[in-house]
């Protein structure tokens, strides 16, 4: 039986993700909004106004957030150092790197909001995790270090329609790609399809309404 007190601090956890996911979106998109300039058909159209590419590129970040704050608001994880490091003699921009202690499994995911990457991006990212993974396996020798690529723009890959001839072009590297769905499956996390899908959409409405109108 599911217990009621289990289910509330849960709704509680992702309410206030929900909240914290909005000041994300408000304070960076208001740092540095980059507008279209005149030379592009967007500004012959619409005039000056913020650009809706660089809206997106910013945003592509917001999945690392979603992430680490989950890890950090579980203290069956420790969330590692993740960003910009030395790694095998090269610098590596390592997304998302948590801990857990009591299964001894280092998880190591590479986010992607767009799996439909440009072909040639593909055995890059590949040959990146791979050096991620190998590198992550000699400092933590105790552990098992599970690596994969999140699409977090997508909930359960039955859904999409587009980027699956990439999809398999990873799996066949031996490279698993996974989808939020997943991701709160492995971290124990409840956030139920249609509410994740939900949330999106109203950020989507207030960007358009505030920034793009």
């Not at 994880?77 to 790694?87: K, P, S």
Request: charged share 30%; with cysteine.
């Amino acid at each position: 039986m599911t217990d009621p007190h289990n289910n509330c601090a849960e709704d509680a956890r992702i309410s206030e993700l929900k909240a914290k996911g909005i000041e994300w979106i408000e304070k960076i998109l208001l740092k540095d909004l980059t507008c279209t300039k005149a030379g592009s058909i967007s500004h012959l159209l619409y005039g000056e106004k913020p650009s809706e590419q660089s809206i997106n590129i910013k945003l592509g970040r917001f999945g690392e957030f979603i992430a680490k704050e989950l890890i950090k608001s579980d203290e069956r994880f420790d969330l590692l150092d993740c960003g910009v490091q030395m790694i095998n003699n090269k610098l590596k921009d390592v997304d998302l790197i948590f801990m857990d202690k009591i299964r001894k499994i280092i998880y190591y995911r590479e986010l992607k909001g767009n799996i439909e990457l440009d072909t040639e991006k593909i055995p890059a990212t590949i040959a990146k995790c791979n050096d991620i993974t190998n590198f992550l396996a000699s400092k933590y020798g105790d552990y098992n270090i599970d690596c994969a690529i999140l699409n977090w723009s997508i909930y359960d890959r039955r859904e999409l329609t587009a980027g699956l001839s990439n999809i398999k072009t990873f799996e066949k590297a031996g490279m698993k790609i996974e989808h939020m769905g997943d991701f709160f499956a492995i971290i124990g996390t409840t956030w139920h399809k249609e509410d994740y899908y939900a949330y999106f959409r109203m950020i989507g409405t207030k960007i358009i309404t505030r920034f793009l109108k």
